[in-house]
């Protein structure tokens, strides 16, 4: 663990804070306070990607200092969740907001480095944008489905779906992307690698996850709300395998293998 | 027939969380491993159920057909698992047998410039084939990003990276004086002129690249090091500065020519990200020779059940988004329409 004394470090620090004050704020029932820190906090870390991207000079999705740089832009996601979908966990998001940018601002490697001749290739935006968008609606869902498992449920009068019913949502809603994440990764390998599929562990991960979330959806076709417990258990289950996809895949030796370099 | 379908669909949830089983298995034992393991004949089973019982849903569940979202999902399924079944080790075995098509199905050829070559070194065995065209290579070479950088660092602490630029001197503070990288080497090479040994840039094939470097004591005495890519951390005991040269390669490039007949029917510069098809195969960038840059090394490839995949991919995308995000926003626009 080392504390960043530049430019990056700082605007990274700074959003945590701002997420930070935001959540306390919205604990406090202080929604105004809430907000209007969380978009100071959001406004922040755009302006950081902004820095990194000038900074690198290709979208900065690369490693995962950058990927958690990127996944700590949330707010949109959280302004799209409870107008459109009317899912809540807006003190929640705060909070991701917080603790993914925990490790970018002080476990991960900042180092700028240039793309290898692999990743020059139009996929490497979309593949990479699309499953860190997925992953955010999917943390969002095991959020919601912890809530279920905790009999929480939304306030009278916040027009907010139960959580049983959000989780099912914001599923919904990440779902594709996660399909899309998962087939243009293949088609790059083709282009890149030569085989679509390559069984190497981080595909073999993303598969597992994408599965679990297929099943999901089948355990809840056929037994619809009967047992909502088990449907959470599915999300969360599926939470945890995209955890271990993005983080434990990367950074342990036991995966070794072509996308080592994204660490 | 209530009970069939229920039966089907508890089947194909017992389907699913084997295969999130294996895949996790997949992850642990490495790519290589994992990809025979998921060619074994007992997984040949398991896939040709699964087909099987994509199917049988298919004709069982009215609603996957009425659905179109649904059935592209399901249908790009069952050609993702066709299409690689057929392409597989297995399927391509199956292909000789029944129907004669001998395709390798994948390997490596190494070719030296200049010359052309047609033999395929299969992969997982030392058995070569031929290729019913040759390719020949006219170039092989390596490009890397500018600038590159010289890394400097100092005993006592502090470190400097700076761009290699020929003649231009860099002060490192007051304490450390300056630095000028006099020239860049490609192939760095001692050589004698007028029994003394000089340093030179020999263009005969081979690779070593290397800075000469300049650096002032703040005291004014100068004296010159060489820094070698190849080398790295390379230093003697009494050095003051630990220098390191590194470029970070931004492509490698093979410029290709494939001769059938003895004419040039097609030419391709092949890069990673950049293959070359022809023939039902594809080739890759896949390695080189490192110490001269005289020969490339390609992966070949069958492109047999490629396209089915593709078909699959296109399928299974449209369907869930079809089903999962445009159906509800079209629903949805309509209802505020009307």
């Known amino acids: 663990m080392e504390i960043k004394y530049t430019t990056q470090g700082l605007l990274v620090y700074m959003t945590i804070t701002a997420y930070l004050l935001a959540f306390v704020a919205a604990v406090f029932r202080r929604t105004k306070a809430g907000h209007i820190l969380y978009l100071s906090g959001f406004a922040i870390a755009v302006c950081s990607f902004g820095y990194r991207w000038y900074h690198v000079r290709h979208v900065p999705?690369?490693?995962?200092?950058?990927?958690?740089?990127?996944?700590?832009?949330?707010?949109?996601?959280?302004?799209?969740?409870?107008?459109?979908?009317?899912?809540?966990?807006?003190?929640?998001?705060?909070?991701?907001?917080?603790?993914?940018?925990?490790?970018?601002?002080?476990?991960?490697?900042?180092?700028?480095?240039?793309?290898?001749?692999a990743l020059q290739n139009w996929l490497f935006t979309p593949h990479v944008a699309v499953y860190m968008l997925s992953y955010i609606f999917m943390a969002k869902a095991a959020f919601q489905a912890i809530c279920q498992l905790a009999g929480r449920n939304s306030r009278p009068g916040e027009n907010l779906l139960p959580p049983e019913e959000a989780t099912y949502r914001m599923i919904y809603a990440g779902f594709p992307l996660l399909t899309l994440g998962l087939i243009l990764g293949s088609y790059w390998g083709k282009q890149a690698w030569g085989d679509y599929w390559g069984w190497d562990p981080k595909e073999l991960w993303s598969l597992a996850s994408w599965l679990v979330f297929v099943g999901y959806f089948h355990y809840r076709y056929m037994s619809g709300n009967k047992h909502p417990r088990i449907n959470s258990l599915w999300a969360i289950a599926g939470m945890a395998a995209i955890i271990i996809t993005l983080l434990w895949v990367n950074l342990s030796r036991i995966f070794s293998g072509l996308h080592s370099y994204a660490t | 027939?209530?009970?069939?379908?229920?039966?089907?669909?508890?089947?194909?949830?017992?389907?699913?969380?084997?295969?999130?089983?294996?895949?996790?298995?997949?992850?642990?034992?490495?790519?290589?491993?994992?990809?025979?393991?998921?060619?074994?004949?007992?997984?040949?089973?398991?896939?040709?159920?699964?087909?099987?019982?994509?199917?049988?849903?298919?004709?069982?569940?009215?609603?996957?057909?009425?659905?179109?979202?649904?059935?592209?999902?399901?249908?790009?399924?069952?050609?993702?698992?066709?299409?690689?079944?057929?392409?597989?080790?297995?399927?391509?075995?199956?292909?000789?047998?029944?129907?004669?098509?001998?395709?390798?199905?994948?390997?490596?050829?190494?070719?030296?410039?200049?010359?052309?070559?047609?033999?395929?070194?299969?992969?997982?065995?030392?058995?070569?084939?031929?290729?019913?065209?040759?390719?020949?290579?006219?170039?092989?070479?390596?490009?890397?990003?500018?600038?590159?950088?010289?890394?400097?660092?100092?005993?006592?602490?502090?470190?400097?990276?700076?761009?290699?630029?020929?003649?231009?001197?860099?002060?490192?503070?007051?304490?450390?004086?300056?630095?000028?990288?006099?020239?860049?080497?490609?192939?760095?090479?001692?050589?004698?002129?007028?029994g003394k040994s000089i340093p030179l840039d020999d263009p005969s094939p081979g690779s070593n690249p290397a800075l000469e470097v300049q650096i002032t004591e703040p005291g004014g005495q100068t004296s010159t090091q060489y820094v070698f890519e190849l080398f790295p951390g390379h230093s003697h005991g009494q050095d003051k500065f630990l220098l390191s040269y590194r470029r970070v390669i931004s492509d490698y490039i093979s410029e290709l020519q494939i001769i059938e007949d003895g004419k040039v029917v097609a030419e391709k510069n092949v890069e990673v990200n950049h293959p070359l098809r022809f023939g039902g195969y594809h080739f890759y960038q896949s390695s080189y020779d490192d110490k001269a840059f005289q020969y490339?090394?390609?992966?070949?490839?069958?492109?047999?059940?490629?396209?089915?995949?593709?078909?699959?991919?296109?399928?299974?995308?449209?369907?869930?988004?079809?089903?999962?995000?445009?159906r509800h926003i079209f629903t949805r626009i309509k209802s505020k329409s009307t």
């Open chain 1, 61 to 117: 999705l690369q490693n995962l200092f950058e990927v958690f740089l990127c996944l700590g832009m949330i707010y949109p996601v959280t302004l799209f969740c409870r107008r459109v979908l009317r899912v809540g966990g807006y003190g929640a998001d705060m909070l991701i907001g917080a603790i993914v940018l925990f490790p970018a601002g002080f476990v991960f490697n900042a180092e700028p480095q240039q793309l290898p001749p």
């Open chain 2, 1 to 194: 027939m209530q009970k069939y379908r229920r039966t089907i669909m508890w089947v194909g949830l017992v389907l699913i969380i084997i295969l999130i089983v294996l895949s996790i298995y997949g992850a642990f034992i490495g790519a290589e491993r994992a990809e025979q393991f998921f060619n074994h004949p007992p997984l040949v089973v398991y896939w040709t159920a699964l087909v099987t019982l994509f199917i049988i849903g298919i004709a069982a569940f009215r609603r996957l057909v009425r659905v179109p979202g649904l059935l592209l999902i399901h249908a790009g399924c069952v050609l993702i698992l066709a299409g690689g079944m057929w392409g597989s080790r297995v399927g391509h075995n199956l292909q000789k047998k029944l129907f004669g098509i001998d395709k390798i199905r994948s390997g490596r050829m190494a070719i030296y410039e200049g010359t052309s070559d047609n033999l395929v070194v299969l992969d997982g065995s030392r058995e070569q084939k031929e290729l019913p065209f040759s390719l020949k290579l006219k170039d092989f070479r390596i490009e890397y990003y500018k600038p590159a950088y010289l890394r400097i660092q100092i005993r006592q602490g502090g470190q400097w990276k700076i761009p290699v630029e020929a003649g231009k001197e860099f002060p490192l503070g007051d304490e450390a004086g300056t630095i000028k990288i006099v020239k860049a080497y490609e192939n760095f090479k001692i050589g004698m002129e007028e």
């Open chain 2, 296 to 326: 490339t090394v390609l992966q070949v490839v069958s492109d047999t059940g490629l396209y089915v995949v593709y078909a699959g991919y296109w399928m299974l995308c449209i369907g869930v988004i079809w089903h999962l995000w445009l």
